[in-house]
């Protein structure tokens, strides 16, 4: 190991001289270019039969749903609207969890959109506001996660008192 004007190791290694570099001539070549390849043909994507069977049960419920709702409501008032609600979330969590695998098919999709406008829709006379805003919100959950970056105004409106001396 060569020693430094010290006495201590260098990690260095001089051997002298500078190299002439008068006589070359820089960047006269350009690089080799490399040879473009071939576009790699990629097999069409087949899903698995058990993601579609989830797909279709999942267009099975949500074209279903509104109907399952609207029974609900006619059998139990709007306490079955509640209680629907509370499925309809777990069944937003399952499409959520289906989308985030990649396993979402596009038909499911577009008929969840759907889905959520024919519940909105439904002439249903729910007098709870709290209830209103529930269903409201698992439909704004599930159209959030569909399509984020859409705007809707087909929700219902409220019908909250405003004037708080009408009810003295």
Known sequence: MPLDVYGKPADTVDWGDEVDYSGYEWFKDPPPRPEPTAPSTTD???????VIEQNEMFDF????????LYARFK???????????????????????????GNMFVSTRTQAL??????????????MQIIVMYLSSQ???LRRFLDADRQWDDYPELTFPLDYRQYQ
């Open 61 to 68: 419920a949500l074209k279903s749903a509104p109907n399952v």
């Open 139 to 141: 439909v704004a959950r």
């Open 75 to 101: 059998q139990y008032g709007q306490l079955g609207v509640l209680a629907w609600c509370s499925e309809f979330s777990e069944m937003i969590d399952s499409l959520k969890t289906l989308g985030f695998e």
């Open 114 to 127: 759907r889905t959520c406008e024919e519940i909105l829709r439904l002439k249903l006379k729910v007098e």
């Open 44 to 50: 069409a994507y087949v899903p698995q039969a058990g």
